[in-house]
C-alpha cells in the first residue's frame, strides 16, 4: 500500500503543518485521566494504545498531531519516545507521570494550545476504551484495514505469508488520517465517537 495515494499529496503536505503537541504531556494526560476517571495506573502497553487513539483522533479530525509519530511493533502502535520514557516498568502499572525530560520540565496539558481538543479525546477514549484490557486494544489496533495492519502487511514475510512487525517501521500519519477519518468515523462512530 502505498504511503500517499494519487492526489493524497497535498492534504499530506498540509498534515505536516498541522499543530503539534509533546506525545509526553498527551501521556501524562492519559494517566491522570486514568488515575481520576477509574482510579487505575495504566501499564505502558495500554498508554501506547490510548495515546495511539488520541493521535488518530487528531489527525482524523484535522485538529493537530503528536510532534513523533508511531511504529509497528508486535503488540501495535508504539511512540518511540514514549516506550523509551516508561519502559522500566515492564508489563507492571506506571505509578508515576514523567516531570522531566533532558532536564526540562515537561509542561500540563492545560499549558498547551491544543489543550482543549486533546483533553476531549482523552476523556472520549479512556470513557469508551478504559474498561479493556492492553492485551483487547492491542488486539483491537491489529484488526485488517487497520494503519498497524497495513504498515506491517506491507512489510510481511514472503514465506510465511503472516504480517511481522519489524522495529522501525513507520505509521504514516497519512494512513492514520485517513483510517480514522473514514473507517472509524462512518462505520464505527458508535464505538469511537471521540473520532467525531
Known amino acids: 500500500m502505498p504511503i500517499l495515494e494519487t492526489g493524497k499529496k497535498e492534504k499530506a503536505v498540509e498534515r ?10 498527551v501521556a501524562n494526560a492519559i494517566l491522570d485521566y486514568a488515575r481520576f476517571a477509574g482510579g487505575e495506573n495504566l501499564t505502558p502497553m495500554k498508554l ?8 488518530g483522533g487528531l489527525l482524523g479530525s484535522d485538529i493537530g498531531r503528536l510532534r513523533s509519530g508511531f511504529e509497528a511493533w508486535p503488540y501495535g502502535p ?26 526540562e520540565p515537561v509542561p500540563f496539558l492545560r499549558s498547551v494550545e491544543l489543550a482543549k481538543p486533546v483533553w476531549y479525546l482523552i476523556e472520549s477514549a479512556y470513557d469508551t476504551f478504559g474498561s479493556w484490557t492492553a492485551g483487547q486494544l492491542s488486539d483491537f489496533t491489529h484488526k485488517a484495514g487497520s494503519p498497524w495492519h497495513d504498515a506491517v502487511t506491507f512489510f510481511k514475510n514472503e514465506e510465511r505469508r503472516e504480517p511481522r512487525a519489524l522495529d522501525g517501521v513507520i505509521i504514516s500519519d497519512d494512513q492514520i488520517a485517513r483510517y480514522f477519518s473514514s473507517e472509524l468515523l462512518n462505520a464505527e462512530s458508535k464505538v469511537m465517537p471521540f473520532a467525531k
Open 78 to 103: 508504539v511512540n518511540r519516545d514514549i516506550y523509551f520514557l516508561y519502559r522500566h516498568y515492564g508489563r507492571f502499572e506506571i505509578t508515576e507521570n514523567v516531570t522531566e525530560v533532558f532536564g
Open 16 to 25: 505536516s503543518a498541522l499543530k503539534t503537541v509533546e506525545p509526553i504531556v
Open 48 to 55: 501506547q494504545k490510548l495515546l495511539f487513539l488520541v493521535h
